[in-house]
Structure formats: structure tokens, C-alpha cells
């Protein structure tokens, strides 16, 4: 599964069988990232399109020292999980 990152719509995607799952977020502010939206179509749930959406998303605020407020939930149980992410998180 290849994730692109769209900085104009400011989205993660990924296409898989026509089918468009994302990861939408705001800027917060100059160093700062509001991941708030993942959506996975039905027919590609339960095969981890979620969780890879959100650690390439939270993978480039990492690599770009951004902090990162976990509005969606599914980012925020990730973050969780993985403690990795730690140095990222404001809570929103």
C-alpha cells in the first residue's frame, strides 16, 4: 500500500481497488498539526489502512519536528500504542 501525502488538500490518502481511505488534518500553528479526520471505505476496513495512514502522518510530523493534536480518535489510539510518538502529542 503506497500513502501519498496531498499538502494542498492537506490530506494522506491511499487508493486501493478505486477506493480512497484519508487522514485530513489542519495547521494548528507554525510548528503545529490537528489530525481530525480518518475514514476508511467499508470494504477496506479490518486491514490496517488506518493504522498506516496514521503512522506515515504521524512518521512526517516526526520527521518535520511538529507537534501533533489528536482530534480523530483512531490517531490518538495509535499515538497511544506507540510510544514513539510521545514528543508529537498536545492534547486536543
Known amino acids: ?28 500553528g507554525p510548528d503545529t498539526l490537528e489530525y481530525y479526520s480518518t475514514f476508511v471505505p467499508p470494504e477496506l476496513r479490518g486491514q490496517g489502512v488506518a493504522r498506516r495512514l496514521a503512522k506515515e502522518a504521524l512518521d512526517y510530523a516526526l520527521a518535520r519536528q511538529k507537534r501533533v493534536i489528536p482530534s480523530c480518535w483512531f490517531v490518538q489510539k495509535v499515538m497511544d500504542e506507540e510510544r514513539v510518538y510521545d514528543p508529537l502529542r498536545i492534547e486536543s
Open 1 to 28: 500500500m503506497h500513502v501519498e501525502h496531498d499538502e494542498l488538500q492537506k490530506r494522506f490518502y491511499t487508493t486501493i481497488d478505486g477506493m480512497v481511505a484519508r487522514l485530513e488534518y489542519g495547521v494548528a
